[in-house]
Nanobody, 119 residues
Framework: QVQMVESGGGLVQPGGSRRLSCAAY????????MGWYRQAPGKARELVAV???????NYADSVKGRFTISRDNAKRTWYLQMNSLKPEDTAVYYC?????????????WGQGTQVTVSS
């Protein structure tokens, strides 16, 4: 019984900042890679950022230097800090994690949160 809840989306002006959060609930033994994806209208879902269980991070070229992924293992929560936002960042953002629990494992997704960057 797993639930992934994300929040933090909304309307932000170009150049502004926003922080997305994703929390995983349930009987979870461990969380492997945690990530953020986004999907803009008419485009495929793309990886934005990922952080591994070892703490290594990777970012899409389009967000390097502007976005930062982080995590709080104790809270089973990870974040996407988005700075210097551009209209091109407008998309539905989804959190993702590879979870391991008692007798199960799998790739789980949040419900998505809309980020709109506009004046």
């Amino acid at each position: 019984q797993v639930q992934m809840v994300e929040s933090g989306g909304g309307l932000v002006q170009p150049g502004g900042s926003r922080r997305l959060s994703c929390a995983a609930y349930g009987s979870i033994y461990s969380i492997n890679a945690m990530g953020w994806y986004r999907q803009a209208p008419g485009k495929a879902r793309e990886l934005v950022a990922v952080i591994t269980s070892g703490g290594s991070t990777n970012y899409a070229d389009s967000v390097k230097g502007r976005f930062t992924i982080s995590r709080d293992n104790a809270k089973r929560t990870w974040y996407l800090q988005m700075n210097s936002l551009k209209p091109e960042d407008t998309a539905v953002y989804y959190c993702n994690a590879d979870l391991i629990g008692p007798g199960w494992s799998g790739d789980y997704w949040g419900q998505g949160t809309q980020v709109t960057v506009s004046s």
